[in-house]
């Protein structure tokens, strides 16, 4: 029994001693009058033994099935070692039908001795900037240079651009971050969405710049060629002073070198073109999980 069920003991035999009324021991135990007469008369009929919970001993009928924890053992052993715990609810749900809640899951992480790899670290915070309420009112645009390929080919850089408003994705993988990738991205967009009306990013293109002799002489300002290109779209370009300031997309690419490194080692790619392929697959089914609808229509 429990201390709190021992005392209730205590206060039955007072009562039964006509030591203490039952108004005085609701008081006692800290429940309604009502409640302490039920109290009582459970006393009454089986004695200390029937103020034990009724559920003690008993196992829940919320646990999980032995054999499901058992597949899920194994599964982990054999091929999710490495996966965080929500992206492989995902995944035991999608591949395997195996349908599992993260706290589930982390506790047969850690009786298996595969614990959560992923840990939430105290970061200096920072305000969150409300989204821009229609699409295409700003994108945020960044690289990331990374192994994406696990070794099994060249370091790619993956250049991105996501809708502030809506968090979808656009993105491509490059030999190198470079002006032209930026382009081919914003391209894409351009063709299938309509001309953004701003990009969001750091200054390393916009500080490319070339200026001829004519120009110098002519007072125009240098502009890189990317500049270029957005002038003559009208995309206004907001250059971005620190990481914090987009960050959006930095969270992005901290989902991304996690769930796309993945996607791409069960893929087997080992190149610039089968990475790009695994990628167009990738960016619809990442799109139709993790957009959000836009506050404005527009």
Known sequence: MTIKEIKRVEVMILVETGKITGSQAATMMGTS???TRRIIKKYREGGAVNLAHGNRGKPSPNRLDPTLTSTIK?????????????HL???LAERHALRVSASSLTRIRQEAGYPTLHHKKSRKYYTRRERKPMQGEMLQADGSIH??????????????????ATNKVYATFREQEDAAGYLEVLQEICLTEGIPQSIYMDKRLTSRKRVSLVEQLAGKEPKSQFERVLEELGIELIPAHSPQAKGRIERLFETLQDRLVKALREASADSLEKANGVLKRFLHNYNQRFMVKAQQDG
């Open 147 to 164: 192994d994406w390929l696990e070794g099994r080919g060249p370091k790619l850089t993956l250049i991105a651009y996501i809708d502030d």
């Open 33 to 35: 009058l009502r409640q």
């Open 74 to 86: 194994q599964l982990l052993k054999e091929k999710y070692t490495d996966y965080n715990t929500l």
């Open 89 to 91: 609810t995902e995944i």
